[in-house]
Structures are given as structure tokens and as C-alpha cells.
């Protein structure tokens, strides 16, 4: 399985970033909600860059 690290923003207009890794081939943008320290709440969160593509270890494709 290929998983793509990706950079999620909170959209709580706080700038606070977070890597997180999604499906390669998904064909949408990763979404997730998550605590944000700087607004003391769980606000959501959404993917604003790609980083890299990564193997799974132990996969053989």
C-alpha cells in the first residue's frame, strides 16, 4: 500500500499545521479533526500540501 504524507492546516484561521497520510491514489483531499493547542478545540483540519509518497514496509508493490 502507497500512502502520501500530506500537510493539513487547521481551519480554525490559527495557522497550526500537522502531517498526516492518506491513500496515494485517494482522489480527495484529506480532512480530519483534530485538537488545536493554540484555540484550546478540536477544529478541522485540511490538506494544503503533498510532502512525499511512502512505502509501507513489508508490501510487495
Avoid: C, W
Wanted: proline letters at 5%.
Amino acid at each position: 500500500v502507497r500512502m502520501t504524507m500530506v500537510l493539513v492546516e487547521s481551519l480554525a484561521g490559527t495557522g497550526h499545521t500537522r502531517l498526516a497520510f492518506r491513500p496515494r491514489n485517494s482522489p480527495t483531499k484529506k480532512e480530519l479533526l483534530a485538537f488545536d493547542p493554540l484555540v484550546q478545540q478540536e477544529v478541522l483540519y485540511r490538506e494544503v500540501k503533498k510532502i512525499r509518497t511512502l512505502r509501507k514496509h513489508g508490501s510487495s508493490d
